[in-house]
């Protein structure tokens, strides 16, 4: 992800967030809300997911887990 933050599915970043015990929730919207210790980080559920997203994602998982 670091290296090609592009093409990555929202199916993905559950599937890390569950690695690391980050709660998440989708209830129906276009977003799905991770919960980090500095807050919940949405991120739009639409495919593929922005780099900016994932780049984040994985800033916060890095500096807060």
Not at 5 to 32: C, M, Y
Not at 37 to 52: E, N
Request: charged letters at 30%.
């Amino acid at each position: 992800m670091h290296n090609n933050p592009n093409g990555w599915r929202i199916e993905d970043l559950q599937a890390l967030a569950k690695e690391f015990d980050i709660e998440w929730r989708h209830n129906g919207t276009s977003h799905v809300c991770f919960k980090f210790p500095s807050g919940v980080f949405p991120i739009p559920a639409k495919r593929p997911i922005k780099a900016f997203y994932i780049i984040e994602f994985l800033k916060r998982i890095e500096e807060e887990i």
